[in-house]
């Protein structure tokens, strides 16, 4: 069974950077493609990036384009989102999750993602 932690986040403030990490346990991670995603209270969870298995491929919202980078460590077993020039907009718990498969089309719906992580809050203040 994989099992996913989230660390980092935490709150800043506005133009501020942020880094989340996400580390795998209990699979074998390279088999997996990364998704990112937040969440915000009565909203549905929303797609923020993805990374193929080996890292090749990305994919990022048009919201966070040019300001979020994706990355991984497979040695590690580490995902990574490096967030930059944040805005208020971000804020969310955020949250990694595991899926076996690239299909561009369908990156961005939590439900073709196997595992999750127990999600972290940023916040982003004027």
């Known amino acids: 069974q994989v099992q996913l932690a989230e660390s980092g986040g935490g709150s800043v403030q506005a133009g501020d950077s942020l880094s989340l990490s996400c580390a795998a346990s209990?699979?074998?991670?390279?088999?997996?493609?990364i998704g990112w995603f937040r969440q915000n209270p009565g909203r549905e969870r929303e797609f923020v990036s993805a990374i193929s298995w080996t890292g090749t491929m990305t994919l990022y919202a048009d919201s966070v384009k040019d300001r979020f980078t994706i990355s991984r460590d497979n040695v590690k077993n580490m995902g990574y989102l490096q967030m930059t020039s944040l805005k208020p907009e971000d804020t969310g718990v955020y949250y990694c999750?595991?899926?076996?498969?690239?299909?561009?089309?369908?990156?961005?719906?939590?439900?073709?993602?196997?595992?999750w992580g127990q999600g972290h809050q940023v916040t982003v203040s004027l």
């Open positions: 209990g699979g074998t991670f390279d088999r997996f493609v």
């Open positions: 999750a595991l899926r076996t498969t690239w299909r561009p089309a369908s990156l961005r719906f939590p439900q073709e993602y196997e595992y």
